[in-house]
C-alpha cells in the first residue's frame, strides 16, 4: 500500500478537494432525489388522508428505487423530426450545472467544496442555464405541448430571476460580502441572530422566487400536466425525463441550501453548530415547498407574471433601496 | 385606492396560510384508506350490487316470489329471464251434501306456479334498480357483494334461484 501522500503528490490540494466533492455531491444528489420523492409521495399521501406508497419495503421505502430502475430500463425513443443532437443535449444540460451550484455551497465550517468569495454570484449565475435546458428541451422535440412548455419556462424564469436576484442582494448589501462562508459566519447560533429577523421581506421574496425558478406547484407551468401534458419534457422517456427529475430536485435543494445560508444561519445553530444544522434547516424548507405543492392549486399565467411584475419586483427593489440607506446611515 | 389594494394582498396572503393549515390539519388526521386486500369496507347497508332473490320467512329454499312477471316487464334492459312450471295438487275430496241440500261440484284441482330459474344478466344490467322497486311482495333486493369480480362475461350470468338455496344452506 503506497502511501497516500506520494499517491497525491504533485496533484494540487485543491484539486484532490473538488473531485471528492464532486463525488460525495453525486451520491448526496442522488440519494436525496430518491428521498425527496419518497417524501413528496408521503406528504402527498398524507394531506390527503392517503398512505401513500407502504407496499414497497418498510414503509414503501424501496419504492422511489423500483421507480428509478424502471426508468433506467425504459428505451430512449427519439421523436420523428425532433432535432436530435439538443434534444438530448438538453437533459444533460439541465442536469451537469447542478454540481457547480453545489460546489459553493458550505454545509458545515469545512465541509465546503470550493470556499470562494464569489459563491452567490457562482450560483446565480449557473442556476440560469436550467432554463436554457428547459428551452432547447421544448424547442428540440417538434411538440406543441414541449414549446408551449418551453415558452412557459423562459418568460417564467426571466421574470422572477430579477426580484430573486434583488433579495438576495439586499443581504450581500447587509454583509457587505458575496461569500456563502462569509455571510454564515456573520449571522449567530440563535435564531434571532439570523439575517431573517433583519431581512424578513427579502426571504419571503427569496422564497416565492425561488419557488417559482424551480418550476414548482403552484408555478409548475412549464410542465401543467392539466393542459401541456407534461410541457417541455413530453416526449423524454427513460432517464432522458429523468435527469430533468433529478435535476428538479437538486434544483430544490439548491435553493433551499441557499435560503439556509443567506436567511437561516447556515450551519450555525444552538449548542452544536455543524453540518446536522445545515440539514435540518434545508429539509424543513423542503418540506415546506413540498407543503406548498399539494396546497395551493397552479396559477394562470397572466397571474404569473402579474404576480412577478406588479409585487414581487416593485416590494424587492423597496426593500433593496431601504437596506442600501439603513446599510449606509447605520453601519 | 391603493390602501384597497394593499388590503387586498394582504387578505390573499392570509388566504394563504389558510389553505397550509387546512392541508397540514388533514396531513397529522389518521388516514381514512382501507388497505384492500388486507381489510375490507363494511358500511354496505347502501350499497347496490346485482339483484338477489329474498327467501320465505318459513322457508330459506324458496323465494317470496309470486311469478306475477313485474321486473321482468319493466327491466329496461331486458336482464330478467323468469322460468317456472305450473303444478297441479290433487283436488280435495267433495264434502258430502247436507240433506235437504244440492250437491255442490267438486272443487277443481288447485293449480300452483312455482319459480324453476330466475335468470340475470348481470352484463346488461343498469342497476336502475326498477325490479326492485316493482316488485310486490319485495322478493328482489340489491345485494351487497362490494368485490365481485370475473375473467369472463358468463361469469356474470347469475342463476338467482340457485344463489338463493346456496345461500339457504349456510
Not at chain 1, 420523428?80 to 451550484?101: E, M, N, R, V
Request: proline fraction near 7%.
Amino acid at each position: 500500500m503506497p502511501d497516500m501522500n506520494t499517491l497525491l503528490a504533485g496533484i494540487p490540494a485543491e484539486l484532490t478537494r473538488l473531485v471528492l466533492a464532486l463525488i460525495g455531491l453525486m451520491a448526496f444528489i442522488g440519494l436525496n432525489g430518491l428521498a425527496l420523492v419518497w417524501v413528496e409521495r408521503k406528504v402527498a399521501g398524507h394531506v390527503q388522508r392517503r398512505p401513500g406508497p407502504y407496499e414497497v419495503g418498510p414503509f414503501g421505502l424501496i419504492q422511489p428505487i423500483v421507480d428509478a430502475v424502471k426508468l433506467v430500463g425504459k428505451q430512449l425513443a427519439t421523436p420523428a423530426g425532433a432535432d436530435k443532437f439538443l434534444f438530448w443535449l438538453a437533459p444533460l444540460l439541465s442536469f451537469l450545472p447542478i454540481f457547480l451550484l453545489f460546489i459553493p455551497i458550505p454545509f458545515s465550517e469545512n465541509l465546503v467544496g470550493l470556499n470562494t468569495n464569489l459563491g452567490v454570484l457562482l450560483i446565480l449565475a449557473f442556476a440560469g442555464l436550467n432554463v436554457l435546458a428547459l428551452c432547447l428541451a421544448g424547442w428540440g422535440q417538434n411538440n406543441k405541448w414541449g414549446l408551449l412548455g418551453a415558452g412557459r419556462a423562459v418568460a417564467q424564469s426571466v421574470a422572477y430571476e430579477i426580484p430573486l436576484l434583488l433579495a438576495v442582494l439586499a443581504v450581500s448589501f447587509q454583509t457587505g460580502s458575496l461569500s456563502l462562508a462569509e455571510i454564515t459566519a456573520k449571522q449567530g447560533a440563535w435564531p434571532w441572530q439570523w439575517n431573517i429577523v433583519v431581512q424578513p421581506l427579502a426571504f419571503f421574496l427569496y422564497f416565492i422566487c425561488a419557488v417559482a425558478e424551480t418550476n414548482r406547484a403552484p408555478f409548475d407551468l412549464p410542465e401543467a400536466e392539466s393542459e401541456l401534458t407534461a410541457g417541455f419534457h413530453t416526449e423524454y422517456s427513460g432517464m432522458g425525463f429523468g435527469l430533468f427529475f433529478l435535476a428538479e430536485y437538486a434544483n430544490m435543494i439548491v435553493v433551499c441550501s441557499v435560503a439556509t445560508v443567506l436567511f437561516l444561519g447556515g450551519w450555525q445553530g444552538p449548542v452544536e453548530p455543524g453540518w446536522w444544522w445545515f440539514l435540518i434547516k434545508m429539509y424543513a424548507l423542503l418540506v415546506v415547498i413540498i407543503w406548498f405543492r399539494w396546497t395551493y392549486p397552479r396559477v394562470r399565467f397572466d397571474q404569473l407574471l402579474n404576480l412577478n411584475w406588479k409585487w414581487l419586483l416593485p416590494l424587492s427593489m423597496v426593500n433593496l433601496l431601504a437596506t442600501a440607506f439603513a446599510v449606509k446611515l447605520f453601519a | 385606492m391603493i390602501s384597497q389594494t394593499f388590503k387586498e394582498a394582504v387578505s390573499a396572503v392570509w388566504s394563504m396560510v389558510v389553505g397550509l393549515k387546512v392541508t397540514g390539519r388533514n396531513f397529522l388526521q389518521p388516514q381514512i384508506t382501507v388497505h384492500y386486500p388486507r381489510q375490507v369496507v363494511t358500511n354496505l347497508d347502501t350499497y347496490r350490487g346485482h339483484i338477489e332473490l329474498v327467501a320465505k320467512d318459513e322457508d330459506p329454499f324458496k323465494a317470496k316470489c309470486i311469478l306475477c312477471g313485474q321486473c321482468e316487464n319493466n327491466c329496461p334492459s331486458g336482464c330478467i329471464t323468469i322460468e317456472s312450471v305450473t303444478r297441479e295438487t290433487p283436488a280435495p275430496p267433495a264434502p258430502e251434501p247436507a240433506p235437504g241440500e244440492e250437491a255442490k261440484p267438486a272443487p277443481k284441482p288447485k293449480k300452483v306456479k312455482e319459480l324453476t330459474q330466475f335468470m340475470l344478466d348481470y352484463n346488461l344490467c343498469s342497476l336502475c334498480g326498477l325490479c326492485v322497486q316493482h316488485c310486490p311482495v319485495d322478493s328482489l333486493r340489491f345485494s351487497t357483494d362490494v368485490y365481485l369480480a370475473g375473467f369472463s362475461r358468463g361469469e356474470f350470468e347469475f342463476e338467482l334461484l340457485e344463489m338463493l338455496q346456496k345461500r339457504g344452506k349456510k
